[in-house]
């Protein structure tokens, strides 16, 4: 019988609380030793190094350069480097963008508090070709990328990751699922809507239901409804309206004069301004909601879930910096996604409970 080969694994570096565990010290002692710095007696400076020499253990330069940036209380050209690569199709629609200008200001924010600088570029809009792109990346000593893939129709992002931590924000390319990925909970806010309307007294729940938008969200909202349906009388059951962005007024109003809901919850703030102009008044002859309010539907008062575009690039920052000062780079072989909840909105679009 051949013998089998063991698949063996390099030893974990000591981190500065191993080493301070075995000096007997604590772990600033050993930050000033490794980095020489601050008051320490040169004895216990040489046996922290002699200690940390031993267990193997090797200065990360990106955690040095971003403490030391840290400790200025401010950062400059000098900060440590990353990219946020965002999928707009130019720089007009990028600056008019108010989604967009909040996803790259809170990143540029959350990133600065931690001693880094944000780079924005641009990778759909056929100025700079994927192979360009990880040149530039590669000779700026980049080792950071949150990308945002807002967009609707699939496209694929192949980067060079073998020294790169990637986080991606949203849904918006095919092959994104290989990368971790920070998204908002669309189970949550679809759930947390048709509990809102259940205390309300609502029976006859309807859904417009986009069918343009992605994939995952798609198919979770879909299956959530209908979940909350197979628990409902057959008398308050209610047929989806599945269609996307070219939903016109006479496809939707048919729909609502067949199906006669009590409520509606929709993706889009359109379906609201066809009630109100065929003077259906809301919320007294049928409630109104949205799963994901716009800034309008939020100046409306339409009742609804609030998602934070800006705390998703934030949260998005500090996954990807903890995942580069532990040196968690390269494709992952187990990818997370990290699921943000949204906030409900009362509004004025439902009658109170």
């Known amino acids: 019988m051949k013998d089998q080969k063991r698949k063996t694994t390099a030893p974990k570096p000591p981190s500065m ?21 601050g008051r320490i007696s040169p004895e216990t400076k040489e046996r922290i190094l002699k200690l940390a020499e031993e267990l193997g253990y090797t200065k990360n330069n990106l955690v040095a350069n971003v403490m030391s940036t840290v400790a200025l209380g401010r950062y400059n050209e000098h900060s440590v480097p990353l990219v946020f690569l965002n999928d707009v199709e130019s720089d007009l629609a990028e600056k008019g963008n108010r989604t967009i200008k909040r996803l790259m200001a809170a990143a540029t924010d959350r990133a600065a508090e931690h001693g880094f600088n944000v780079e924005v570029m641009r990778y759909r809009d056929g100025t700079v070709s994927q192979k360009r792109l990880n040149t530039i990346i590669e000779a700026r000593g980049i080792q950071g990328v949150l990308i945002n893939s807002g967009r609707m129709e699939p496209a694929e992002l192949h980067l060079n990751c073998d020294r790169l ?6 849904n918006g ?3 994104q699922k290989k990368f971790h990925r920070v998204q908002s909970d669309i189970y949550q806010m679809l759930k947390t809507t048709i509990d809102q309307l259940n205390s309300r007294g609502y029976q006859r729940v309807g859904m417009i239901l986009n069918a343009d938008t992605y994939p995952d969200y798609h198919d979770i909202s879909k299956s959530v409804f209908l979940l909350h349906q197979a628990d409902q009388p057959h008398k308050n059951k209610v047929k989806i309206l599945e269609k996307g962005w070219s939903l016109t007024k006479e496809e ?44 309008e539907a939020r100046s409306e008062h339409v009742s609804g879930m ?18 580069l000062l532990s040196s968690s780079i390269g494709m992952p ?12 909105i009362p509004g004025e679009t439902l009658r109170k409970s």
Do not use: C
């Not at 998602?307 to 995942?323: E, N, P, Q, S, T």
């Not at 187990?334 to 949204?342: E, V």
């Open 17 to 37: 609380a191993t080493i301070a565990a075995k000096a007997g010290v604590h772990k600033m002692t050993v930050s000033r030793a490794l980095n020489g710095s």
């Open 165 to 170: 931590a990637v986080v991606t924000l949203g």
């Open 173 to 175: 390319f095919s092959n």
């Open 252 to 295: 939707f109003l048919k729909w609502f004069w067949k199906q006669k809901p009590d409520a509606i919850i929709s993706y889009q703030l359109q379906p609201l301004k066809w009630l109100r102009k065929e003077g259906i008044s809301v919320p007294e002859d049928v409630g109104f909601a949205m799963v994901t309010l716009s800034e």
């Open 306 to 323: 609030h998602f934070d575009k800006g705390l998703l690039a934030a949260i998005g920052v500090d996954i990807l910096i903890r995942y």
């Open 333 to 344: 072989n187990m990818p997370q996604r990290h699921l943000l909840s949204g906030t409900w």
